[in-house]
């Protein structure tokens, strides 16, 4: 498997997320750099989620058929198809945890086709579709606790 490279200006890979994409701030997307895309990428996948939420697994935002062809996601911008997160919008939502340090894993996928999902889709109906057709993959994490 191929590796993409995900960075972001905001933050460092295994460092604290700006509140300003939180719950605490603006509750905005962070900015994010791609590298690493094969050419032949029809569309590329991201999915945001924190595997230290408390019912397990939260997934804070799903988004598919992103342009191949991109290489950096702005702040604040809807890049594809948004599907359903679990705080049951289809947006995105910033960490929150309740309590202590949680990571924040921002996973980016590279494609050989489009995505054929509804606009309701969840994470388990992308990670679903993308089988047999991931080029590339590779991942952000940030970290981020609530300041009380």
């Avoid at 905005?28 to 408390?54: C, F, H, S």
């Avoid at 992103?66 to 948004?82: D, K, L, M």
């Avoid at 997160?85 to 996973?107: E, L």
Wanted: net charge neutral; proline share 9%.
């Amino acid at each position: 498997m191929r590796k993409l490279s995900v960075t972001s200006p905001a933050f460092e890979n295994g460092k604290f997320i700006p509140a300003k994409y939180t719950c605490d701030g603006d509750d905005v997307n962070p900015p994010l750099t791609i590298d690493g895309v094969p050419k032949e990428t029809k569309t590329l996948v991201l999915i945001v989620d924190d595997p230290d939420a408390p019912m397990g697994t939260w997934d804070h935002w799903v988004v598919w058929n992103i342009p191949g062809s991109t290489r950096q996601i702005a702040e604040n911008t809807v890049p594809g198809t948004e599907g359903m997160n679990d705080f049951g919008k289809r947006s995105y939502g910033g960490p929150c945890p309740p309590s202590g340090t949680h990571r924040y894993f921002f996973k980016v996928y590279a494609l050989d086709v489009e995505l054929a999902l509804k606009p309701n889709a969840r994470k388990r109906d992308v990670e679903k579709a993308v089988q047999g057709h991931v080029l590339a993959e590779g991942e952000l994490v940030g970290l981020y606790r609530r300041s009380r």
